[in-house]
């Protein structure tokens, strides 16, 4: 009986750290890592509170491109913008937003206009905000209080490259996707309209639209990354194109797009779970590519826990000529949390046959 008993804990014991080991090593090696050639300054808070970044194009000088990205810390919420060595140039004041992302050319008061939108978290209303060129610096120009029917979590913008109509898509932890049409009140303010809704089955964060191959990407924090169609009046039903597994370790969270050119590029996601950033194909069925983490170099540690992501594929100067991944580090060895810059050469070199490279093809 004893012999028995000895027999079956050990059994127990192997079959409880084989699962372990199983849950530790369920996603594949990455295909290699890179390190940041800048970083942002860190927020003011200790907490947890750099969440999500997006990238602005000078229209003639790539070195004079910001990077916009959100503090939801509590007693000091807003945008915090810098410029490309990653120096505070300036800071907004507004609700706590997890999410910004940014638009090209909207126009109002016959005037093209770059506009920001982000999920405002205690009051569920949508900021709206215009790039001031000149001073890049950011003006609110919310018509109202874009009041929202959901509790507002992640938020990302569409524009619908045939119709030059604006969208911005909010979503919540419980499932819920309200898409809002934006459009000129009469006085070059932004107002919005409730256009449709989408129901998923778990709590949702990153997403990310493709104006120009007119998809949504959607990611369902525990289970994985589906894709609609962009168009309110699409398909509602999604298509589930990668779930947990080998190649994301949850939670999914950021998603950004690289557009090589006109239909091809890539899909880009952060696996929280495992420290990488996936890579799918951005035309077609979405195909995997790889996988690849961000790394200590001599001066800047490497990132972990990622919440957001962009990508931008224009210039932005200097080393980063031919463009750049920004990524939310959770734990920054020198401070609070921040945003690293990574050369997207350095990325695209990684993998064979290479990535492709494309700075000419304009985002505006």
């Not at 706590?96 to 992302?101: G, I, S």
């Not at 490259?161 to 809002?180: C, H, L, M, P, R």
């Not at 996988?291 to 224009?314: A, H, P, Q, Y």
Request: glycine residues 10%; contains cysteine; aromatic residues 10%.
């Amino acid at each position: 009986m004893k012999t028995n008993f000895i027999t079956i804990l050990f059994f127990s014991i192997f079959i409880f750290v084989a699962l372990k080991c199983e849950k530790k090593h369920n996603t594949l090696e990455p295909d290699g890592a890179v390190s940041a050639i800048f970083e942002t300054e860190p927020v003011g808070s200790s907490e947890d509170t750099a969440d999500d970044p997006c990238v602005w194009v000078h229209p003639t000088d790539p070195s004079l491109s910001i990077i916009i990205g959100t503090d939801k810390d509590e007693n000091s919420p807003g945008l915090r913008v810098y410029d490309m060595s990653g120096k505070q140039i300036y800071f907004t004041t507004n609700e706590k937003a997890n999410n910004v992302d940014i638009r090209y050319g909207m126009v109002l008061a016959g005037k093209k206009t770059d506009i920001i939108t982000a999920g405002l978290r205690v009051s569920n209303t949508l900021g709206v905000y215009k790039v001031n060129p000149e001073s890049r610096t950011l003006t609110s120009i919310s018509a109202r209080a874009i009041k929202l029917g959901i509790e507002v979590y992640g938020s990302c913008m569409y524009k619908d490259v045939s119709t030059n109509i604006f969208y911005a898509i909010v979503n919540d932890k419980k499932g819920n996707v309200e898409q809002y049409k934006l459009f000129d009140n009469g006085s070059g303010l932004v107002d919005a309209e409730l256009v449709r809704t989408l129901k998923l089955g778990g709590q949702l964060e990153g997403c990310v639209a493709d104006d120009i191959l007119g998809n949504l990407y959607i990611g369902e924090e525990e289970h994985g990354i589906w894709k609609y169609d962009a168009s309110p009046s699409g398909s509602d039903n999604g298509i589930l194109i990668d779930t947990m597994g080998p190649h994301i370790a949850p939670d999914v969270e950021g998603l950004t797009i690289y557009y090589a050119n006109e239909s091809s590029g890539y899909l880009i996601a952060s696996s929280q779970g495992d420290d990488t950033y996936v890579i799918y194909t951005r035309e077609g069925q979405n195909k995997f590519i790889g996988r690849f983490s961000v790394v200590d170099n001599n001066t800047i540690d490497g990132t972990s826990s990622t919440d957001g992501i962009d990508v931008c594929n224009m210039s932005l100067g200097g080393q980063l000529s031919n463009g750049a991944f920004i990524v939310q580090d959770d734990v920054n060895d020198i401070g609070n949390q921040n945003f690293k810059i990574i050369s997207w050469n350095d990325i695209a070199s990684l993998f064979n046959p290479p990535l492709a490279v494309n700075n000419e093809w304009d985002i505006r």
